[in-house]
């Protein structure tokens, strides 16, 4: 997958529907999502490594950064959504308890 981490995921779907944020309107949106508070360091290291993978632009005005996705970050959010789309839309969701695993294996049986 393009992102290693939900925070990575969340962090760019924020951006897809914002278009571009300052880090810091960025954090809290995040943090609003979350109800919680993020540790500044790693919130911002987050950012520096989809910016280094190339799914963040990042400029500087003033004395802020503003983020925005690449095409490519864009790209990897809607791939996302399709994934996310067929497990809601496509599967039913198990609510006896049972695993997929156990109806892979009573279909390989039958």
Known sequence: MWFQSGRRRDLCAILY??????GQKLKTRLEAH???????QSFYG?????????????RTEGIADV??????GAAGVEAHYDWLTERVEGGER???????????NADATE
């Open 17 to 22: 529907d914002a278009g571009e944020l300052r």
């Open 34 to 40: 979350y109800e919680t508070r993020l540790d500044p």
């Open 46 to 58: 987050t950012l520096d490594a989809l910016v280094s993978k190339g799914y963040l632009a990042r």
């Open 67 to 72: 983020y925005e996705l690449t095409d490519p």
């Open 94 to 104: 198990r609510r006896d308890g049972e695993s997929a695993g156990a109806d892979a």
